[in-house]
């Protein structure tokens, strides 16, 4: 039985017709940029954010890219940011000319914490911004990062790249709890455009106007000329059709996502494997499960991560690749390990680096079938009986 990571076609072949009559509309008007289609997108994602504001952009990355100018950094300026995390992160940061400064991730959220964060920030003269990452869809500790920014006097910006529809641990969603929060929607997001888009969500009207300028290549207000210097980043009126059609079935993938994930917990737990927070020396099933955080806050498993020794990580893959079972390595080095970034000398990250060489990633999206769900989790504990 194949079981691939993604299943986006039948994904679209069941929103084909929902799909064909937004774009439709689209086509109708002939308004391919900007216009109704995404102000109402626009609309419903600050909804459901709980936030006033949200702005389309050509891509989760321009999202991280605009927040950050938007909130003036710049060049020589410092960003805390993990480097277990997809390149974007970082490469927002270096792009504006500034300097990201990774901290060391916490083994069983993949987040950074306000302790590592503290820790880094003894190693900046010029810090401006904290930019955590709610990885593989779990918020990344809400109250911690706004005291700790506040504290710090640095703005707080969220790559929510991989959160969308987590809540915190206050129970509000991910993109609320920063003054500006970015999202992607690359199509394995979970939610997907047909191509590249994002968005960059907040409150303060100020900050989103600059975001909105910013992509709109620096527009100020009509007849204002141009106030700054941006880029061209906005979303596409066809992409905004598609979001709003997904935006629809979100909440039933998100649960769908989250059963998959509590199915696995269950398999592996009832095979002996190790609660996130007991060391894999321990005994029992070699396997950690990832942490769900406890309610309100709600993890949206936009990735399964397993942890297993790094002797076995490969050879479990393989045998699993053998079952027709597609997994994925993220991320299979640390930023800092990167040759992009090997100018910022960045000193080891001992989680980060075991994370790198334990962690494999289970197919969890919505489309999944119970029985390929079975099939996984059954070969997983086959592995480790064998
Ligand atoms: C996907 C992703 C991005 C970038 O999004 P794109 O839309 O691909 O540019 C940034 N950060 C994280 C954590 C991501 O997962």
């Given amino acids: 039985m194949h079981v691939p990571m993604q299943d986006l076609r039948s994904q679209h072949r069941r929103l084909s017709g929902e799909i064909d009559s937004a774009l439709a509309e689209v086509f109708d008007s002939q308004r391919f940029i900007g216009g109704p289609v995404v102000a109402r997108f626009e609309a419903e994602f600050a909804a459901l954010q709980a936030c006033a504001f949200a702005v389309g952009c050509g891509s989760g990355s321009d999202a991280l890219w605009l927040a950050l100018r938007a909130l003036g950094v710049g060049s020589g300026d410092e960003v805390i940011c993990p480097a277990y995390s997809m390149v974007a992160t970082a490469s927002s940061v270096a792009l504006l000319g500034a300097r990201p400064v990774f901290a060391d991730i ?21 810090l401006r911004a904290l930019m955590p990452v709610d990885l593989f869809g779990q918020c990344a500790d809400p109250p911690g990062f706004a005291a700790l920014a506040r504290e710090l006097g640095v703005a707080f ?9 987590a809540l915190d641990a206050g129970g509000a969603p991910s993109g609320r709890r920063s003054s500006l929060a970015c999202f992607s929607f690359y199509p394995t997001k979970n939610v997907g455009a047909d191509g590249d888009a994002g968005i960059v969500v907040g409150n303060d009207p100020e900050l989103i106007e600059q975001v909105r300028s910013l992509g709109n290549l620096g527009v100020s207000g009509e007849g204002s000329g141009y106030s700054r210097i941006g880029i061209n980043s906005r979303l596409d009126a066809l992409q905004a059709a598609i979001l709003g059609v997904k935006l629809r079935h979100l909440e039933s993938w998100t649960a769908a996502r989250r059963e998959n994930a509590a199915f696995y917990d269950e398999v592996f737990a009832r095979a002996g494997a190790l609660g996130s927070e007991r060391p894999l020396a321990e005994g029992g099933l070699p396997l950690r499960t990832p942490r769900a955080p406890a309610a309100p806050a709600r993890h949206v498993y936009h990735h399964y991560a397993i942890r297993v020794p790094a002797g076995d990580r490969d050879a479990l893959r393989r045998f699993l690749a053998d079952r027709a079972i597609e997994t994925a390595l993220y991320y299979p080095r640390g930023l800092h390990r ?3 970034f090997s100018d910022l000398d960045s000193p080891g990250l001992p989680e980060t680096e075991s994370a790198s060489r334990e962690t ?27």
Avoid at 108 to 124: D, F, G, K, L, N
């Fill in 106 to 126: 916490d083994p069983a959220t993949y987040t950074i914490t306000p302790e590592s964060v503290r820790a880094a920030s003894t190693r900046c003269t010029r």
């Fill in 157 to 165: 910006v969220a790559d929510a790249a991989q959160s969308v529809a």
């Fill in 360 to 386: 494999l990633v289970l197919p969890v999206h919505a489309e999944l079938a119970k029985e390929q769900r079975e099939h996984v989790a059954e070969s997983v504990v086959r592995y480790f009986a064998a």
């Fill in 338 to 340: 990167e040759p992009c």
